[in-house]
């Protein structure tokens, strides 16, 4: 059979999602903040002991909604009475020391693919705003979807300005951005760990699941949906699937 016409390119926005945490990099986000806020002196050897515990429960079994709502009170304590400034700066020296060793040079790949066809890639995390902004202005990409704190001149209250971006409502916002950027969703992608993140997943025409936990690795399976191990053959597939199926988007003239 002769092949398929290609695709012509689309006139239409395309964005790759991404989460962060166990799919961009291996981890809590947040508990190295919370390491780097102790070393500081701004938060207790309790307060670090939970965020350990945290750590080693998100790396053993992922994320639950308790483990994140800890996670959640203990970020937004920090963040209460300091600057955006110097909350940047903590960010990228959190960045430089913790962040780069921790992320998975394979999903980091994938991002560079997507931006290659033209396409938008977004992190979207409940990691607060101001860190998931840091990694993607360090990746290169197009930008951070995060959990937003309230500020007052310039400074953080400590109390949230929305929700944490997390399950059903990391899909609201993700389908609220694409709507604003007239995106084709049919040609989106998404990539995440987490069943937590099914909504998202089930949102856009295109899923990826990393390293899935028990729940989504099921779903997955369930669904055919592409399911992606961590392992340089995977990650071979992934990027010649990007690279064949992925719609690139028309350039625009300058």
């Known amino acids: 059979m002769p092949d398929a016409e290609p695709v012509p390119p689309s006139d239409r926005p395309i964005v790759a999602f991404f989460d962060v ?23 207790s050897w ?16 992922g994320e639950n909604r308790n483990h994140l709502a800890t996670a959640k009170d203990r970020a937004l304590g920090l963040v209460g009475g300091h600057t955006e400034a110097a909350l940047t700066a903590l960010a990228e020296e959190i960045y430089e020391r ?3 060793p921790k992320l998975w040079p394979e999903t980091v790949e994938l991002t560079k693919e997507h931006l290659d066809k033209g396409h938008e890639v977004w992190l979207i995390t409940a990691t607060p705003q101001l860190v998931a902004q840091v990694i993607a202005d360090r990746l290169g990409l197009t930008g951070a979807i995060g ?17 944490v971006i997390h399950g059903e409502e990391k899909a609201a916002v993700a389908r609220r951005f694409t709507e604003d950027l007239n995106a084709d969703l049919a040609h989106c992608w998404a990539y995440s760990d987490s069943s937590n993140d099914i909504p998202l997943l089930s949102m856009v025409g295109n899923r990826v699941v990393v390293n899935p936990d028990a729940k989504l690795l099921a779903y997955a399976r369930s ?7 961590l392992k340089r053959s995977s990650i071979r597939d992934a990027r010649k699937l990007v690279r064949k199926n992925a719609r690139a988007v028309k350039k625009r003239p300058r």
């Not at 945490?21 to 938060?43: C, H, K, P, Q």
């Not at 309790?46 to 079994?61: K, S, T």
């Open 21 to 43: 945490d166990n799919t961009l990099m291996r981890g809590a986000s947040v508990y190295y903040v919370g390491r780097e806020a102790f070393r500081r002196g701004l938060i």
């Open 98 to 100: 913790d962040f780069a």
């Open 223 to 229: 669904n055919s949906w592409t399911v992606l191990p």
């Open 46 to 61: 309790r307060d670090i002991a939970l965020f350990g515990w945290h750590q080693f429960r998100f790396l053993a079994v």
């Open 147 to 163: 959990t937003r704190v309230q500020a007052l001149d310039g400074v953080f209250t400590g109390a949230l300005d929305g929700h």
